[in-house]
C-alpha cells in the first residue's frame, strides 16, 4: 500500500463530501491538547500569529474564514528550519467530518502512531485516499 | 532487535546486489594469467547518462556473433580459416600497450626494497607482527590504509600462513601489498578508450612479474580507478540515422596477483570468489554513492575492500596446509552423452577394478577407457599419440573406482613435471553410467608445457569447448547440478524449441489472406533469435564475462525447463501458437496496429531497481524521486485504456519506477512498457534490416529479462533449490503470456498485460540527477509554450491534436504544454496566479484568480484545479484515484486554505476546468457531466471546454 497525506474519518469515502458520519471538533481539539508537545495550533506559531496581528490585510470576505482557520482548525508538527515551514500539517474540516493531513515528507512510522492514536481517540480510521484502512499491521514492519 | 534485523537486512542487501550485479553487470569479469595465477577483476562502472540497453544488447549482441563464428569453426577450420578465433577476440578487446619501461622499472624497484626492508625486520624479529604487509601507501604518503588493529590482524593471519608453509625460513612465505606504485598519468592519458585498461593490465602484470612479490607475495593494487571517453556509435531512434556519442565509464582494477609458492588450487577459488564479491560491493557502494546525498568517500570503498582482503587471508590461514609450487591448470567439466555402446562399453570398465591398467609413456589409463578415448578423439587419436609437429600428448585416467594411489587424474597431472613440448591431459571419470543414465561426467584437466606459448594454449583452450567441455566455473556449481548436467541437452531442444515457434516465411511472404504483416513476423523472429541467442550465448561458459554467464544460467534454467517439462513446453507453446494466431491477425487487421505492453514486474528488493535503473537508465522513473514517480505511475493508471493504446509512433519503452513508502518500508514496484506503434506497420518499407535488428534487439533484451523473471535471478543465485524455481519460471512465462493473450483477446486495440505486485523491501532514495534529463528527452517529442504561440492558428490547433492523440509517456509532457498552453490564454498571468511558480507539485490547485496577499497567505475569490482527458465517461473519470484525490483536497480546503511549501492559498470558490479534445466534445456530454457533477461534488464548481476555443 501507497500511504500518502491520510485521511482521517469515521468511514472510508470514495467522495469526501458524501461522508456522513462527522468528527467530533471538541474531541479534536482534546486531543491536539494532550499532544502540544508535537503539534502547534497554526495560531500560535509566528505565522498565525502575524496573520492574526495583519488581519487588517486580510481582504474582508476572507476575515471570518482566517479567523475560523486560525481557531484551533489546524495542527502543525515538525517544522523545518531549513525550509521554514511546517511539514506536517494536520487540518479539521467541520464541514465535511473529517480530519485531512498534508506530509511534505516521507510518512514514518512515528507518523503513522500519531494519526491512529488521533484516530483512535476521536473513534475513527486512518485512511489512504479515503478508500482503504490503514490499521497498525501496515506499520508493524517499519521503524 | 530491530536495529539488528534491519542489520541483517542489510547484509542480505549488499549480498542480493552483489549476487544480482554480477548477472547483469555489462562485465565483471575474472581473467587468469597462466604465469602467475594473476587475477583480475574489472568492474565497468557506467555513469548514469551513458550505459543504456543499447550497449548491453549490443555486448550480448557481440558476443553471440562471436561464438556463432567461433562455432562453425572446429578445430581444423580455425587453421584453415583466415580469421582466427583470437582476430576475433581482438577486435573485441585489447591491442597491446607499450608500457614506460622507466617508470615501471622505478616502481619495481621501490617495492623490492621496501621488501627487503621487511625481510630484514623479520630477520631480527621473526614473530614481528607488523612486517608482512607492505603499505606503500603508508610509506609514501603515511596515509594508510589499515588503521592498527586491521593490520596486526591481518598480520597474524599472515604469521600463521608463515608458520605453515615450508619455504625458506629465511624469507617469508607471503607477502601483502598494500597498493601499488600506478602509471603515472601522462603514461596513460594519450591511451585512448579500453586500451587503458589493458594498459592497467600489463602495468601491473609487469610490476608483478619483475618484483620479488612474484615469488612469494600477494599483491592487492586497491587504488585503481580509471575513467575513460569513447565515442559510441548509437542509433536515433528520431532521425533513423547512427550518431557518435560520447560515453563516460569508471572502471575499477583491483588487481590481485598470488606469488607462485603461494599457489594452491583450492585457494584460488577462495580468492576468485572473495574479488568477486568484493568488485561487486564496490560496485555497490558506488552505486550508493551516486543515489546518496552523503557520497561515501572512494577511501570508504577501498577500505571494504582491504577487509575483504583481510577475509580472505584469513580463510587462507585458518584453512591450514602448505603451498606448494606448481602450475594451476585450468580444470574443466564435460558431461557425454552416450551411445549404447559406449555405455556398455564404459559401464563394464568404471565399474570394475582395474588390476592391470595400460601404462605406456603417453597413456597411463588407470580408468581403463582407451576405447573410450579413440572413440572421443575420433581422428585426433591416433594422429596426436603419434607426436605430429613434435607435440608431446600424455593422458592420464583414473575414475572413481581405478585411481591411482589415491590420486585422481587432476592430481596426478599436478605432480606430473613436463618436456617442453608435452600436453598432458588428465581425464577423471566421475560417475559409472548405469541403466538410468545415458551420459558420462569427466573432469577434465589440461597442462601444457613451457614450449606452448599462450596463444596456442588459448586456441588448445577453445579446442576443449569445441568438443563440448566446458569450463567449470565457480558460478555453475552454484546452480542444481541436474540442470548443469543436462545443459548441452538442454542447450539443443531450447534452440529447437525456439526454432520451432518461429514464424516460418510462409506466414508473412505472399498474397495470401492469412498473410501477417512482415514486420510483425520479423520482430517476433527477431526477438526469439535473440533469445536463441542468449541461449547460445551459455556455452561460452568461463569465456563469457561472468555477468553474461550468470544471465546465461538463468537462459539455462528456463530452457532446462522448456526441454525437460513436458507439460510447461506444451503449455509455453501453446500459448505462442494462440498468440501467433490469434494475436497478430488481429493486429494486423485492426486499423489501429499497435502493441502496448505495460506490464509491472515483481521485484523482491530494492537492489534490482537499481540494476534496473543501471542498465536502463532510458526508463523513465530513472533519475526521479519518488515522489514524481509516484505521480507517474498514478497518471498512468489513471489513464483509461484508449489512452494506453493511442500510441502511434515506433517505440519501446523500458520503464522502471521505485514506489516508495519511506526509507524505512517500501512498496516496490517496476513497471515498464513495451510498445510498438503504429507507424511500425507503416515505416516497414522504409526501415533496413539493420534498424530492424536493433530494434528486435533491444526489446529482446527486456523480453527475455521479464521472461527469465528477474525474481528467479535473485533467488538462484542465491543458492536455493534451482528446480523449483525453473519450475515457476516456466509458470511465469506461461501465465504472463496468457495475460497476453487473454487482454489481447479482449481489446481488439492490442494487449495490455498487467502483473501487480507490491513488494516490501527497505532503503531507498532516489536522486534527481537524472530528472531534467529524462524530462528533456520526453520533452523533445513535444514543443514549450514559446515554440508553440509562433505557429499559426490553424498550426496551433493541429498541435493541440497531435498532443491530444499522444500516448504515454509523451502524453505528460503534451498535457503539461496544455497546462501551459491555458496558462498563456485563459490563466494569463496578468489575473491569474500559477502555483507552478510556488511549486511545481503545489497541492491540488493550478491557477488562482489574482487577489490580495499578506505574507505567506495568498487570498483569491477563485481557486482552479486544470484537468484534461480524453475519456468522455464521467463516472470513470470520477473513480479515477488521481481525481478523486484532487477533489476531495480542493473541497477540503474551502475552509482553511491549502498549504504547500508554507505558503497558504485561501479561497472561496473550487473551480475544476475539464478539457476535453474538440473531436470528442459534444453539449450533450458537457451537460451530462455537469449534471453529475454537480451530484457528486456539490461544493465544487466544474466547467467543460476544448482547449481550441481559447487558441487564438
Same mark, same amino acid.
Given at each position: 500500500?501507497?500511504?500518502? +497525506?491520510?485521511?482521517?474519518?469515521?468511514?472510508?469515502?470514495?467522495?469526501?463530501?458524501?461522508?456522513?458520519?462527522?468528527?467530533?471538533?471538541?474531541?479534536?481539539? $482534546?486531543?491536539?491538547?494532550?499532544?502540544?508537545?508535537?503539534?502547534?495550533?497554526?495560531?500560535?506559531?509566528?505565522?498565525?500569529?502575524?496573520?492574526?496581528?495583519?488581519?487588517? $490585510?486580510?481582504?474582508?470576505?476572507?476575515?471570518?474564514?482566517?479567523?475560523?482557520?486560525? +481557531?484551533?482548525?489546524?495542527?502543525?508538527?515538525?517544522?523545518?528550519?531549513?525550509?521554514?515551514?511546517? $511539514?506536517?500539517?494536520?487540518?479539521?474540516?467541520?464541514?465535511?467530518?473529517?480530519?485531512?493531513?498534508?506530509?511534505?515528507?516521507?510518512?514514518?512510522?512515528?507518523?503513522?502512531?500519531?494519526?491512529?492514536?488521533?484516530?483512535?481517540?476521536?473513534?475513527?480510521?486512518?485512511?489512504?485516499?479515503?478508500?482503504?484502512?490503514?490499521?497498525?499491521?501496515?506499520?508493524?514492519?517499519?521503524? | 532487535?530491530?536495529?539488528?534485523?534491519?542489520?541483517?537486512?542489510?547484509?542480505?542487501?549488499?549480498?542480493?546486489?552483489?549476487?544480482?550485479?554480477?548477472?547483469?553487470?555489462?562485465?565483471?569479469?575474472?581473467?587468469?594469467?597462466?604465469?602467475?595465477?594473476?587475477?583480475?577483476?574489472?568492474?565497468?562502472?557506467?555513469?548514469?547518462?551513458?550505459?543504456?540497453?543499447?550497449?548491453?544488447?549490443?555486448?550480448?549482441?557481440?558476443?553471440?556473433?562471436?561464438?556463432?563464428?567461433?562455432?562453425?569453426?572446429? =578445430?581444423?577450420? &580455425?587453421?584453415?580459416?583466415?580469421?582466427?578465433?583470437?582476430?576475433?577476440?581482438?577486435?573485441?578487446?585489447?591491442?597491446?600497450?607499450?608500457?614506460?619501461?622507466?617508470?615501471?622499472?622505478? &616502481?619495481?624497484?621501490?617495492?623490492?626494497?621496501?621488501?627487503?626492508?621487511? *625481510?630484514?625486520?623479520?630477520?631480527?624479529?621473526?614473530?614481528?607482527?607488523?612486517?608482512?604487509?607492505?603499505?606503500?601507501?603508508?610509506?609514501?604518503?603515511?596515509?594508510?590504509?589499515?588503521?592498527?588493529?586491521?593490520?596486526?590482524?591481518?598480520?597474524?593471519?599472515?604469521?600463521?600462513?608463515?608458520?605453515?608453509?615450508?619455504?625458506?625460513?629465511?624469507?617469508?612465505?607471503?607477502?601483502?601489498?598494500?597498493?601499488?606504485?600506478?602509471?603515472?598519468?601522462?603514461?596513460?592519458?594519450?591511451?585512448?578508450?579500453?586500451?587503458?585498461?589493458?594498459?592497467?593490465?600489463?602495468?601491473?602484470?609487469?610490476?608483478?612479474?619483475?618484483?620479488?612479490?612474484?615469488?612469494?607475495?600477494?599483491?592487492?593494487?586497491?587504488?585503481?580507478?580509471?575513467?575513460?571517453?569513447?565515442?559510441?556509435?548509437?542509433?536515433?531512434?528520431?532521425?533513423?540515422?547512427?550518431?557518435?556519442?560520447?560515453?563516460?565509464?569508471?572502471?575499477?582494477?583491483?588487481?590481485?596477483?598470488?606469488?607462485?609458492?603461494?599457489?594452491?588450487?583450492?585457494?584460488? &577459488?577462495?580468492?576468485?570468489?572473495?574479488?568477486?564479491?568484493?568488485?561487486?560491493?564496490?560496485?555497490?557502494?558506488?552505486?550508493?554513492?551516486?543515489?546518496?546525498?552523503?557520497?561515501?568517500?572512494?577511501?570508504?570503498?577501498?577500505?571494504?575492500?582491504?577487509?575483504?582482503?583481510?577475509?580472505?587471508?584469513?580463510?587462507?590461514?585458518?584453512?591450514?596446509?602448505?603451498? #606448494?609450487?606448481?602450475?594451476?591448470?585450468?580444470?574443466?567439466?564435460?558431461?557425454?552423452?552416450?551411445?549404447?555402446?559406449?555405455?556398455?562399453?564404459?559401464?563394464?570398465?568404471?565399474?570394475?577394478?582395474?588390476?592391470?591398467?595400460?601404462?605406456?609413456?603417453?597413456?597411463?589409463?588407470?580408468?581403463?577407457?582407451?576405447?573410450?578415448?579413440?572413440?572421443?578423439?575420433?581422428?585426433?587419436?591416433?594422429?596426436?599419440?603419434?607426436?605430429?609437429?613434435?607435440?608431446?600428448?600424455?593422458?592420464?585416467?583414473?575414475?572413481?573406482?581405478?585411481?591411482?594411489?589415491?590420486?585422481?587424474?587432476?592430481?596426478?597431472?599436478?605432480?606430473?613435471?613436463?618436456?617442453?613440448?608435452?600436453?598432458?591431459?588428465?581425464?577423471?571419470?566421475?560417475?559409472?553410467?548405469?541403466?538410468?543414465?545415458?551420459?558420462?561426467?569427466?573432469?577434465?584437466?589440461?597442462?601444457?608445457?613451457?614450449?606452448?606459448?599462450?596463444?596456442?594454449?588459448?586456441?588448445?583452450?577453445?579446442?576443449?569447448?569445441?568438443?563440448?567441455?566446458?569450463?567449470?566455473?565457480?558460478?555453475?556449481?552454484?546452480?542444481?547440478?541436474?540442470?548443469?548436467?543436462?545443459?548441452? #541437452?538442454?542447450?539443443?531442444?531450447?534452440?529447437?524449441?525456439?526454432?520451432?515457434?518461429?514464424?516460418?516465411?510462409?506466414?508473412?511472404?505472399?498474397?495470401?489472406?492469412?498473410?501477417?504483416?512482415?514486420?510483425?513476423?520479423?520482430?517476433?523472429?527477431?526477438?526469439?533469435?535473440?533469445?536463441?541467442?542468449?541461449?547460445?550465448?551459455?556455452?561460452?561458459?568461463?569465456?563469457?564475462?561472468?555477468?553474461?554467464?550468470?544471465?546465461?544460467?538463468?537462459?539455462?534454467?528456463?530452457?532446462?525447463?522448456?526441454?525437460?517439462?513436458?507439460?510447461?513446453?506444451?503449455?509455453?507453446?501453446?500459448?505462442?501458437?494462440?498468440? /501467433?494466431? *490469434?494475436?497478430?491477425?488481429?493486429?494486423?487487421?485492426?486499423?489501429?496496429? #499497435?502493441?502496448?505492453?505495460?506490464?509491472?514486474?515483481?521485484?523482491?528488493?530494492?537492489?534490482?531497481?537499481?540494476?534496473?535503473?543501471?542498465?536502463?537508465?532510458?526508463?523513465?522513473?530513472?533519475?526521479?524521486?519518488?515522489?514524481?514517480?509516484?505521480?507517474?505511475?498514478?497518471?498512468?493508471?489513471?489513464? *483509461?485504456?484508449?489512452?494506453?493504446?493511442?500510441?502511434?509512433?515506433?517505440?519501446?519503452?523500458?520503464?522502471?519506477?521505485?514506489?516508495?513508502?519511506?526509507?524505512?518500508?517500501?512498496?516496490? /514496484?517496476?513497471?515498464?512498457?513495451?510498445?510498438?506503434?503504429?507507424?511500425?506497420?507503416?515505416?516497414?518499407?522504409?526501415?533496413?534490416?539493420?534498424?530492424?535488428?536493433?530494434?528486435?534487439?533491444?526489446?529482446?533484451?527486456?523480453?527475455?529479462?521479464?521472461?527469465?523473471?528477474?525474481?528467479?535471478?535473485?533467488?538462484?543465485?542465491?543458492?536455493?533449490?534451482?528446480?523449483?524455481?525453473?519450475?515457476?519460471?516456466?509458470?511465469?512465462? =506461461?501465465?504472463?503470456? /496468457?495475460?497476453?493473450?487473454?487482454?489481447?483477446?479482449?481489446?481488439?486495440?492490442?494487449?495490455?498485460?498487467?502483473?501487480?505486485?507490491?513488494?516490501?523491501?527497505?532503503?531507498?532514495?532516489?536522486?534527481?540527477?537524472?530528472?531534467?534529463?529524462?524530462?528533456?528527452?520526453?520533452?523533445?517529442?513535444?514543443?514549450?509554450?514559446?515554440?508553440?504561440?509562433?505557429?499559426?492558428?490553424?498550426?496551433?490547433?493541429?498541435?493541440?491534436?497531435?498532443?491530444?492523440?499522444?500516448?504515454?509517456?509523451?502524453?505528460?509532457?503534451?498535457?503539461?504544454?496544455?497546462?501551459?498552453?491555458?496558462?498563456?490564454?485563459?490563466?494569463?498571468?496578468?489575473?491569474?496566479?500559477?502555483?507552478?511558480?510556488?511549486?511545481?507539485?503545489?497541492?491540488?490547485?493550478?491557477?488562482?484568480?489574482?487577489?490580495?496577499?499578506?505574507?505567506?497567505?495568498?487570498?483569491?475569490?477563485?481557486?482552479?484545479?486544470?484537468?484534461?482527458?480524453?475519456?468522455?465517461?464521467?463516472?470513470?473519470?470520477?473513480?479515477?484515484?488521481?481525481?478523486?484525490?484532487?477533489?476531495?483536497?480542493?473541497?477540503?480546503?474551502?475552509?482553511?486554505?491549502?498549504?504547500?511549501?508554507?505558503?497558504?492559498?485561501?479561497?472561496?470558490?473550487?473551480?475544476?476546468?475539464?478539457?476535453?479534445?474538440?473531436?470528442?466534445?459534444?453539449?450533450?456530454?458537457?451537460?451530462?457531466?455537469?449534471?453529475?457533477?454537480?451530484?457528486?461534488?456539490?461544493?465544487?464548481?466544474?466547467?467543460?471546454?476544448?482547449?481550441?476555443?481559447?487558441?487564438?
Amino acid at each position: 500500500m501507497k500511504i500518502s +497525506d491520510p485521511w482521517i474519518a469515521k468511514e472510508t469515502f470514495s467522495n469526501v463530501s458524501k461522508v456522513e458520519k462527522k468528527l467530533s471538533y471538541s474531541r479534536w481539539i $482534546e486531543f491536539i491538547e494532550t499532544r502540544k508537545d508535537y503539534f502547534t495550533w497554526l495560531e500560535d506559531t509566528e505565522e498565525g500569529k502575524t496573520t492574526l496581528a495583519n488581519l487588517n $490585510e486580510v481582504p474582508e470576505s476572507f476575515r471570518t474564514k482566517i479567523l475560523k482557520a486560525h +481557531d484551533r482548525m489546524k495542527a502543525l508538527a515538525e517544522f523545518s528550519p531549513e525550509k521554514g515551514y511546517f $511539514e506536517v500539517i494536520v487540518q479539521f474540516n467541520e464541514r465535511l467530518g473529517v480530519i485531512g493531513t498534508t506530509f511534505q515528507k516521507e510518512i514514518k512510522k512515528h507518523h503513522l502512531e500519531v494519526l491512529f492514536k488521533m484516530a483512535e481517540y476521536l473513534d475513527a480510521y486512518v485512511l489512504n485516499n479515503g478508500t482503504q484502512i490503514i490499521d497498525r499491521d501496515v506499520i508493524s514492519g517499519l521503524s | 532487535m530491530i536495529i539488528r534485523l534491519i542489520t541483517d537486512m542489510r547484509k542480505t542487501f549488499v549480498l542480493m546486489f552483489s549476487v544480482l550485479l554480477s548477472v547483469l553487470s555489462g562485465r565483471a569479469e575474472l581473467l587468469r594469467n597462466e604465469s602467475s595465477s594473476f587475477k583480475r577483476a574489472t568492474v565497468l562502472i557506467k555513469r548514469k547518462n551513458d550505459a543504456s540497453i543499447y550497449s548491453y544488447g549490443h555486448e550480448l549482441r557481440k558476443l553471440f556473433y562471436y561464438h556463432q563464428l567461433h562455432k562453425v569453426k572446429s =578445430a581444423q577450420q &580455425a587453421v584453415q580459416s583466415s580469421l582466427t578465433r583470437t582476430q576475433i577476440a581482438q577486435s573485441f578487446e585489447w591491442s597491446e600497450p607499450e608500457i614506460n619501461d622507466k617508470r615501471l622499472n622505478v &616502481a619495481v624497484k621501490a617495492i623490492n626494497k621496501q621488501i627487503d626492508f621487511n *625481510n630484514d625486520l623479520l630477520r631480527t624479529d621473526r614473530n614481528s607482527e607488523t612486517s608482512y604487509i607492505v603499505d606503500l601507501r603508508a610509506s609514501t604518503n603515511s596515509a594508510a590504509f589499515l588503521d592498527d588493529e586491521a593490520l596486526l590482524s591481518m598480520n597474524q593471519k599472515l604469521q600463521v600462513i608463515n608458520q605453515n608453509s615450508s619455504t625458506d625460513e629465511t624469507k617469508p612465505a607471503c607477502y601483502v601489498l598494500l597498493n601499488m606504485f600506478f602509471p603515472a598519468d601522462e603514461d596513460i592519458q594519450s591511451v585512448s578508450g579500453l586500451d587503458k585498461e589493458a594498459y592497467l593490465k600489463k602495468y601491473t602484470q609487469e610490476l608483478y612479474d619483475r618484483s620479488q612479490l612474484s615469488a612469494n607475495g600477494i599483491l592487492l593494487n586497491i587504488e585503481s580507478f580509471l575513467s575513460i571517453k569513447e565515442l559510441r556509435t548509437v542509433f536515433d531512434e528520431k532521425e533513423k540515422t547512427t550518431k557518435e556519442k560520447p560515453t563516460f565509464t569508471l572502471t575499477y582494477h583491483p588487481f590481485v596477483g598470488i606469488g607462485s609458492k603461494l599457489k594452491d588450487s583450492s585457494y584460488d &577459488a577462495l580468492i576468485e570468489g572473495g574479488l568477486t564479491e568484493t568488485s561487486k560491493n564496490f560496485e555497490f557502494a558506488v552505486q550508493g554513492a551516486s543515489t546518496s546525498a552523503n557520497k561515501p568517500h572512494r577511501a570508504d570503498v577501498l577500505s571494504a575492500y582491504v577487509s575483504k582482503v583481510a577475509q580472505i587471508i584469513e580463510k587462507i590461514s585458518s584453512g591450514g596446509g602448505s603451498f #606448494f609450487e606448481d602450475e594451476t591448470n585450468s580444470e574443466f567439466f564435460v558431461e557425454l552423452e552416450l551411445n549404447d555402446v559406449e555405455k556398455s562399453e564404459l559401464e563394464k570398465v568404471l565399474a570394475e577394478p582395474n588390476t592391470s591398467p595400460s601404462l605406456t609413456s603417453n597413456l597411463k589409463d588407470y580408468a581403463g577407457v582407451s576405447n573410450f578415448l579413440q572413440r572421443l578423439f575420433g581422428n585426433y587419436y591416433s594422429r596426436l599419440f603419434s607426436e605430429p609437429e613434435g607435440l608431446n600428448l600424455k593422458v592420464i585416467t583414473t575414475s572413481a573406482y581405478n585411481t591411482h594411489k589415491g590420486q585422481n587424474a587432476i592430481q596426478l597431472v599436478k605432480e606430473e613435471t613436463l618436456n617442453p613440448n608435452t600436453l598432458l591431459l588428465g581425464l577423471h571419470f566421475l560417475d559409472t553410467p548405469n541403466s538410468n543414465s545415458e551420459k558420462v561426467s569427466i573432469r577434465f584437466t589440461a597442462k601444457y608445457g613451457s614450449q606452448f606459448d599462450k596463444q596456442v594454449k588459448e586456441q588448445l583452450d577453445n579446442v576443449w569447448e569445441d568438443i563440448g567441455l566446458l569450463k567449470w566455473t565457480d558460478q555453475i556449481k552454484d546452480i542444481d547440478d541436474k540442470a548443469y548436467s543436462d545443459f548441452i #541437452f538442454i542447450l539443443d531442444a531450447a534452440s529447437e524449441f525456439l526454432e520451432q515457434i518461429r514464424i516460418p516465411k510462409t506466414w508473412w511472404d505472399g498474397d495470401n489472406w492469412y498473410n501477417l504483416d512482415p514486420f510483425a513476423s520479423g520482430v517476433i523472429n527477431g526477438i526469439l533469435d535473440d533469445v536463441t541467442g542468449l541461449l547460445q550465448l551459455v556455452v561460452l561458459g568461463g569465456k563469457a564475462s561472468a555477468s553474461i554467464a550468470h544471465f546465461g544460467v538463468q537462459i539455462r534454467l528456463f530452457a532446462y525447463e522448456l526441454a525437460t517439462n513436458d507439460t510447461k513446453r506444451t503449455q509455453v507453446l501453446a500459448e505462442l501458437e494462440e498468440i /501467433k494466431e *490469434n494475436l497478430f491477425p488481429i493486429l494486423k487487421n485492426g486499423a489501429l496496429g #499497435f502493441i502496448t505492453f505495460f506490464s509491472e514486474l515483481e521485484i523482491p528488493d530494492t537492489t534490482l531497481i537499481q540494476d534496473f535503473q543501471f542498465f536502463f537508465p532510458k526508463g523513465l522513473g530513472y533519475g526521479l524521486t519518488a515522489e514524481e514517480q509516484l505521480t507517474y505511475i498514478n497518471n498512468i493508471e489513471a489513464l *483509461n485504456e484508449g489512452d494506453l493504446g493511442s500510441i502511434k509512433e515506433l517505440v519501446v519503452n523500458f520503464s522502471p519506477f521505485v514506489l516508495a513508502l519511506n526509507s524505512d518500508a517500501e512498496i516496490l /514496484k517496476v513497471a515498464f512498457a513495451f510498445e510498438l506503434g503504429k507507424t511500425a506497420w507503416e515505416k516497414v518499407q522504409e526501415m533496413s534490416a539493420r534498424e530492424i535488428e536493433y530494434y528486435t534487439g533491444y526489446a529482446a533484451v527486456q523480453v527475455a529479462l521479464c521472461f527469465v523473471g528477474v525474481t528467479e535471478i535473485v533467488a538462484i543465485v542465491k543458492g536455493a533449490n534451482a528446480a523449483a524455481k525453473t519450475f515457476k519460471l516456466a509458470d511465469d512465462l =506461461a501465465s504472463g503470456l /496468457k495475460a497476453i493473450k487473454n487482454s489481447g483477446e479482449k481489446t481488439l486495440a492490442g494487449f495490455i498485460t498487467r502483473l501487480k505486485v507490491f513488494l516490501k523491501s527497505f532503503d531507498k532514495t532516489l536522486d534527481t540527477a537524472g530528472l531534467s534529463r529524462v524530462k528533456n528527452k520526453l520533452k523533445a517529442g513535444s514543443i514549450s509554450l514559446d515554440e508553440f504561440l509562433l505557429l499559426s492558428k490553424s498550426d496551433k490547433r493541429q498541435r493541440i491534436k497531435v498532443a491530444w492523440d499522444a500516448s504515454y509517456p509523451q502524453i505528460f509532457f503534451e498535457r503539461k504544454l496544455f497546462e501551459d498552453v491555458m496558462g498563456h490564454y485563459r490563466y494569463a498571468k496578468s489575473s491569474w496566479g500559477h502555483t507552478n511558480d510556488i511549486a511545481s507539485n503545489f497541492k491540488a490547485i493550478d491557477f488562482y484568480e489574482k487577489g490580495s496577499v499578506s505574507g505567506n497567505n495568498i487570498f483569491t475569490e477563485t481557486a482552479v484545479s486544470m484537468k484534461t482527458t480524453t475519456t468522455t465517461d464521467v463516472s470513470k473519470w470520477l473513480n479515477s484515484s488521481a481525481i478523486k484525490k484532487n477533489l476531495d483536497n480542493l473541497d477540503v480546503g474551502i475552509e482553511a486554505g491549502i498549504t504547500w511549501n508554507g505558503k497558504t492559498i485561501f479561497y472561496n470558490k473550487a473551480e475544476v476546468h475539464i478539457y476535453l479534445p474538440k473531436e470528442k466534445f459534444t453539449e450533450n456530454i458537457k451537460t451530462d457531466w455537469l449534471n453529475t457533477l454537480k451530484t457528486e461534488r456539490p461544493s465544487i464548481q466544474f466547467k467543460i471546454n476544448t482547449i481550441d476555443e481559447f487558441i487564438q
